[in-house]
């Protein structure tokens, strides 16, 4: 299984950003897929995750609002669409799958990650 994240970049405090992730490697029907964020010196902190079929979907509480997960055709895709950006948002951003039934707000639901891509956000 392989997770490839992509988007990353350098903006500036409220501008946007669309992260993407593709997976392959096995059929990822009835696997959550989720972001995750590591600023420097900081635990990595749930992001955002979504359902199987896309029609649930949950964030942390610092993106709600200004952060939108969905998934493209085919399932195997995965998009956060991040608008309204601070230099707080600034971390490597990480793509994951985990089982359905697990807590997806944890990273040890997860059993496959991405390598990261990075976003900076300047003030």
């Known amino acids: 299984v392989q997770l490839q994240a992509s988007g990353g970049g350098l903006v500036q405090a409220g501008d946007s950003l669309r992260l993407s992730c593709a997976a392959s490697g096995r059929t990822f029907t009835n696997y959550y897929m989720g972001w995750f964020r590591q600023a420097p010196g900081k635990e990595r902190e749930f992001v955002a995750a979504?359902?199987?079929?896309?029609?649930?979907?949950t964030y942390g509480n610092s993106v709600k609002g200004r952060f939108t997960i969905s998934r493209g055709y085919g399932m195997n895709t995965m998009y956060l669409q991040m608008n309204s950006l601070k230099p707080e948002d600034t971390a490597v951003y990480y793509c994951?799958?985990?089982?359905?039934?697990?807590?997806?707000?944890?990273?040890?639901?997860?059993?496959?990650w991405g390598q990261g891509t990075q976003v900076t956000v300047s003030s």
């Open positions: 994951a799958t985990a089982p359905t039934g697990r807590r997806t707000v944890e990273v040890a639901s997860y059993d496959y």
């Open positions: 979504i359902s199987w079929n896309g029609y649930i979907t």
